[in-house]
């Protein structure tokens, strides 16, 4: 195995984990509808991850834009998870205005969760993108 698939096959396999343990506690939070949000978040992006580290073989990119694609999309997810999981905590949901109905928090919490949870899809966007164009330059080199 490469050694730049370990990072997001790991990374993804303990977020699976924690989804786990959070859909276990989801009554306990101020939020339940979020934290149910937070959980399924985390199971569905830790299988993205380890299947986004089982096919990086085929991603054909430099290797500043190879680290890039891989840490910004981990770290996206990550930050996206976290921030809901902090707004089912904190009731904080002004970005996230679905699931945070009838719920309010104080402003830093809100603007730590509207930091995490836009911050996180930025970067998982950009890295995202970085990984279909590997995907797409390494399947044309193939041929």
């Known amino acids: ?3 730049a698939a370990r990072m997001p096959i790991l990374a993804g396999a303990i977020l699976f984990l924690l989804g786990l343990i959070e859909g276990a506690l989801v009554q306990s939070f101020l939020n339940p ?3 149910l949000s937070a959980h399924l978040t985390a199971v569905q992006s830790g299988m993205a991850l380890m299947i986004f580290g089982l096919v990086w073989r ?3 990119l430099p290797s500043l834009w190879s680290a890039m694609a891989r840490w910004s999309v981990a770290a996206g997810i990550y930050s ?3 921030g809901l999981t902090l707004s089912a905590a904190t009731g904080a949901g002004d ?3 679905i699931a945070g109905a009838g719920y309010d928090a104080g402003p830093l919490a809100q603007t730590m ?3 995490l949870v836009l911050g996180g899809s930025a970067g998982m966007t950009v890295g995202w993108s ?3 164009v590997g995907l ?3 399947f044309r080199t193939e041929r």
Request: charged share 10%.
């Open 130 to 132: 970085l990984f279909v």
């Open 113 to 115: 969760v509207s930091v």
């Open 136 to 138: 797409v330059r390494g």
């Open 1 to 3: 195995m490469q050694d």
């Open 95 to 97: 970005s996230l205005p």
């Open 33 to 35: 509808r979020m934290a």
């Open 58 to 60: 085929w991603v054909a």
């Open 80 to 82: 996206l998870w976290f």
